[in-house]
């Protein structure tokens, strides 16, 4: 079964509007989330790394000022985009890391569509 | 920095047809390669999974193949059905980033397979 949630499954807002989308580890806790974004017709590409009890890593590009990362506790990290415009409509998901196998098992995405 | 290519990026093929699709990848440092498929709209799901230590790994109809030397991989679907169509993506692990490494994501082949 899925490892990874992610709620909301899809969010439309106007611009100028701040969303939250939630991404939660329903089998183990999750010291560690990675934040993904898909732009249509593209694919995946890292935005930031979500470290429990400390601060958000961002990838090169990415305002970490607009995109704001909260990894409060060990099974929940949430992605909140603030200041939203259409071209941050887009696909997000994140995604669960397993050491062992060195794998991430990804959230079902929330498709963000800004007015 | 690793980059991952897919080719092609769209086929189209009768059911029934065996088919490959390709991933290159140019750092060779890898510690595992993962195939994943994509219906629209939604998220991914992990086809095959090839630590670098592998040459390959088989489930079904699909068979992953992974030459690290040459920085390539293949994914080679058997009898081809309509309900493979889907977007597939390869995604290379590096080290970076955090203690789990970072994903790079290929632009993905996009598959339809009409009956």
């Known amino acids: 079964g899925a490892v990874v949630s992610q709620h909301p499954s899809w969010v439309i807002c106007k611009s100028g509007t701040s969303v939250k989308i939630e991404c939660r580890s329903l089998d183990f806790q999750a010291t560690t989330m990675f934040w993904y974004r898909q732009f249509p017709k593209q694919s995946l590409m890292l935005m930031a790394t979500s470290n429990e009890g400390s601060k958000a890593t961002y990838e090169q590009g990415v305002e970490k000022d607009k995109f704001l990362i909260n990894h409060a506790s060990l099974t929940l990290s949430t992605l909140t985009v603030t200041s939203a415009h259409p071209e941050d409509s887009s696909f997000y998901i994140c995604a669960k890391p397993e050491a062992g196998r060195n794998e991430q098992f990804f959230g079902p995405g929330t498709r963000l569509t800004v007015l | 920095k690793q980059e991952v290519t897919q080719i092609p990026a769209a086929l189209s093929v009768p059911e029934g047809e065996n088919l490959v699709l390709n991933c290159s990848f140019t750092d060779s440092a890898i510690y595992n390669l993962q195939w994943f498929r994509q219906d629209p709209g939604k998220g991914l799901t992990s086809l095959l999974l090839i630590q670098s230590s592998q040459r390959e790994q088989t489930s079904g109809r699909l068979n992953a193949s992974l030459d690290k030397s040459s920085g390539r991989s293949t994914l080679y679907i058997a009898a081809s059905q309509p309900g493979d169509s889907a977007t597939y993506l390869c995604?290379?692990?590096?080290?970076?980033?955090?203690?789990?490494?970072?994903?790079?994501f290929g632009q993905g082949t996009i598959l339809t397979v009409h009956p």
């Open positions: 995604a290379a692990l590096n080290a970076g980033g955090t203690s789990y490494g970072k994903l790079t």
